[in-house]
């Protein structure tokens, strides 16, 4: 999906906070999951400010859960090179949500330290101010508008005295733009992809049981994969991997292989200091 390119008048709806029950802000993201990659992989992301709670998430899992209710659908799509997660109005603490076999979600306090600058720019019809901050191992900038008094922002950035109008790494490789704002009636409803996931609710975990799950996962990439091939009954069964039709228990080897130096290469998260460790090869 194309980020949305058109800056619309933001200021038109502001006026509408104090009865709407949901503020949406669409963000352009642009990142790298390989921190080696020449191009920026491109997703528009939903920042859904209600009365109560912050919620961000790719806003392909509203289009899909909005095709879900008109047309009695049922499909899922998650994707965890993206974001997701949820937290209290005024709250560092953030809940974050992954599914890997299994839908978890895993809770974290992360107060971001801001350094406020005299520099400013505009943009459209808003004064931007620079403010500075260090957090999960990088050095970000922002540009936020204290016209717009909503001190929130995308992923985990907030705190600041206005909204989040762009925010960058020092290392170029995660751009967050503001680039529409929405208002709703009624507080927007997530719950058939957020507070449960394919009927599923997140089952709690920390941080070091999501890891140890993501070195398992690495160890043995395409167990799920290889158990289903090896009791398969169906002779008119097709398995496929990577466009290529798996025929041969001696392809799982180098296929593997091939799982492990992705999960390698796509391992530069947006906070880096949590960047699993992944064995080398022998």
């Not at 520099?119 to 260090?134: G, H, I, P, V």
């Not at 941080?207 to 990439?221: H, I, T």
Request: hydrophobic residues 35%; glycine residues 4%; charged residues 25%.
């Amino acid at each position: 999906m194309k980020p949305f390119k058109l800056l619309i008048p933001i200021l038109l709806t502001f006026s509408f906070l104090a009865t709407a029950q949901t503020h949406r802000f669409i963000y352009a993201f642009q990142f790298k999951s390989d921190s080696l990659a020449k191009e920026f992989r491109e997703e528009n992301m939903v920042l859904d400010v209600n009365p109560q709670d912050v919620k961000f998430y790719p806003y392909m899992y509203a289009e899909n859960d909005s095709l879900n209710k008109v047309r009695d659908y049922k499909n899922i799509i998650w994707d965890d090179s993206v974001p997701t997660l949820s937290r209290k109005r005024n709250s560092n603490e953030n809940v974050s949500y992954f599914f890997s076999g299994d839908y978890f979600s895993i809770t974290t306090a992360d107060p971001v330290i801001w350094r406020l600058t005299e520099e400013t720019k505009r943009s459209a019809d808003y004064t931007l101010q620079k403010a500075t901050t260090k957090f999960g191992g990088r050095n970000w900038t922002a540009w936020f508008s204290k016209d717009v008094v909503v001190p929130e922002g995308p992923y985990k950035f907030r705190g600041l005295p206005g909204l989040i109008f762009e925010l960058y790494d020092d290392r170029d490789q995660f751009r967050f733009s503001l680039v529409k704002s929405q208002k709703f009636k009624d507080t927007y409803d997530t719950s058939g992809f957020l507070e449960s996931f394919a009927g599923k609710k997140p089952l709690a975990i920390s941080e070091k049981v999501w890891v140890a799950k993501q070195l398992e996962q690495y160890n043995n990439p395409l167990r799920q994969f290889k158990e289903a091939f090896k009791n398969n009954t169906d002779p008119s069964a097709k398995f496929m991997y990577g466009g290529t039709q798996v025929t041969s228990l001696d392809q799982f080897k180098t296929m593997s292989d091939d799982a492990q130096a992705r999960m390698r290469r796509e391992n530069n998260p947006i906070e880096l200091s949590k960047a699993i460790r992944y064995p080398q090869p022998k």
